[in-house]
């Protein structure tokens, strides 16, 4: 059949429209907090390039009070929930919220398990630029990120404290669900080197099944990968018939994260490129809700880009403005010369919090809204009591990005600014840490949900630099490309 089939975007009168959904649903969360934003964003005539002010409006009009940031994220979910769609294999098509009550003739997904032969890791140790950090040495680190503002203070604290409790790593009370277990930037090397269980949710591609077999025999944990009835342990067999597709095939992984026995703690690391990301990122919303209605002991685990608006604490403010007065020099020459569009202050002084505005146009609003589905999700589970955590990851040198030529030269030139981008395996392992911080420590009861997105972030420096990300965005591409050339 034509088009997409599974969870899709809504018909419009102009087919499926992915402008109109963003348009629609930023509108709804903020029209009961800020109508005239939602109105702004209703009229908004080019989602593609405009939608970048919409999103800090977003987060603007939720720093009103608490209640403004958890109805935003409750009205912006409902109004997604209430219309993107499912469309079945047959063609017909239903509403997002009936899909797990439509019959599918799908066969069930079974478990297969398969343990790793290596030896258990019960110290916290961090792969870095080529060593592997532990102790004092490691210690030395947290400090040198804190100082240059690269990690915010609460990161290296948590850091510290699994440091210190060794004992938090062994994961094994807990079955950690990782949906794409394939990502780069996901907790299942760490959690499988502590001895833990993963239960582990990505694409039927035995490309991906064998990259996360080889990783599981190298660990001391133990992988639960869906498979069909009949599969043959071996691991030729389980590679080539393992996976489920959650686009497709909602109901089944539903299903079959029911069954699993032990705490869950549902992970949510999907990535696809472009409208297929919100897609995605709908579906497992959808998922989430599902075991949360069935199973009591659901907690959410998410990490968050840099490359979105955040409110910062007033210290981070601080540090921005500091530098922002030291730089004066070139600062206002590159101003005079750029006609001003260059090198714009991080922050109006004395602000607290502070708005941090570090969406990339060339990510796109479509990247932008599924990130922000997540988000809204992580406030709106911590406002019912759920266990959340929730943690802005660090600029990362993944594949995805570096098949963006203007993000790869941006990531190369951003340490002219401040800026550390990091190498895979030093992000998830870092972001394995926190995790497990806030799954052993609860995160801190915070009075407003900008703090609670605030603490532990990671993010590279984006929040603490002098200058606001975009008005140096293309100084970074300029310096990165003539630094590859070089």
């Not at 990490?303 to 604490?313: E, R, S």
């Not at 703090?451 to 008005?471: F, I, M, T």
Request: proline fraction near 6%.
């Amino acid at each position: 059949m034509e088009g997409p089939t599974g969870v899709v975007f809504p018909k419009t009168g102009a087919g499926r429209s992915t402008s109109t959904l963003g348009r629609a649903v930023v509108a709804d969360a903020l029209r009961a907090v800020d109508p005239v934003g939602a109105r702004s964003a209703e009229h908004e005539t080019n989602w593609r390039h405009g939608y970048l002010g919409h999103f800090r409006r977003l987060v603007e009009a939720g720093l009103l009070s608490r209640e403004a940031a958890v109805t935003i994220a409750r009205d912006g979910l409902a109004s997604l929930h209430r219309r993107m769609a499912v469309v079945h294999a047959d063609g017909t098509e239903t509403s997002l919220g009936e899909v797990f009550d439509a019959p599918t003739g799908a066969e069930p997904l079974h478990t297969a398990t398969v343990a790793g032969t290596g030896e258990v890791e019960r110290k916290f140790s961090l792969p870095y630029r080529g060593r592997r950090l532990r102790g004092d040495e490691l210690r030395r680190r947290l400090d040198a990120w804190v100082t240059a503002g690269v990690v915010e203070p609460s990161c290296a604290e948590a850091v510290r404290a699994v440091m210190a409790n060794p004992d938090w790593l062994d994961l094994r009370d807990q079955r950690i669900v990782v949906l794409g277990a394939g990502a780069e930037m996901g907790p299942l090397p760490s959690v499988l080197r502590w001895g833990g269980d993963v239960v582990a949710v990505d694409l039927p591609r035995p490309e991906i099944w064998r990259r996360l077999l080889d990783t599981t025999r190298r660990g001391g944990g133990r992988l639960h990968l869906p498979v069909p009835a009949g599969t043959d342990p071996d691991d030729g067999a389980l590679a080539a018939r393992a996976g489920a597709d959650l686009l497709h095939n909602l109901p089944q992984v539903a299903d079959w994260l029911l069954g699993v026995d032990g705490r869950l703690v549902l992970g949510n690391y999907v990535y696809a490129d472009g409208a297929t990301n919100v897609r995605v990122a709908t579906a497992v919303d959808a998922l989430t809700l599902r075991l949360q209605d069935r199973r009591d002991d659901v907690a959410l685990a998410f990490l968050a880009t840099p490359t979105d608006v955040f409110a910062v604490p007033g210290d981070a403010v601080r540090h921005a403005e500091r530098g922002y007065a030291a730089r004066g020099v070139v600062r206002r020459s590159l101003r005079v010369a750029s006609g001003g569009r260059l090198l714009h202050r991080n922050y109006p002084p004395g602000v607290d919090p502070g708005v941090n505005d570090s969406l990339v146009p060339q990510q796109g609003p479509n990247y932008a809204l599924a990130k922000r589905l997540q988000r809204w999700r992580a406030t709106v589970a911590r406002d019912g009591g759920a266990t959340v955590s929730f943690t802005v990851a660090p600029p990362t040198r993944t594949r995805s990005v570096l098949r963006n030529r203007a993000l790869a030269a941006a990531y190369a030139g951003a340490h002219r600014f401040g800026i550390e981008v990091f190498d895979p395996a030093t992000s998830n392992t870092l972001m394995a840490a926190l995790l497990v911080h806030h799954l052993r420590t609860g995160a801190p009861a915070l009075p407003h949900p900008w703090q609670d997105e605030a603490y532990g972030a990671a993010h590279g420096g984006l929040w603490r630099v002098p200058y606001a990300p975009r008005s140096a965005l293309g100084l970074a591409v300029l310096l990165g490309l003539g630094g590859a050339r070089t």
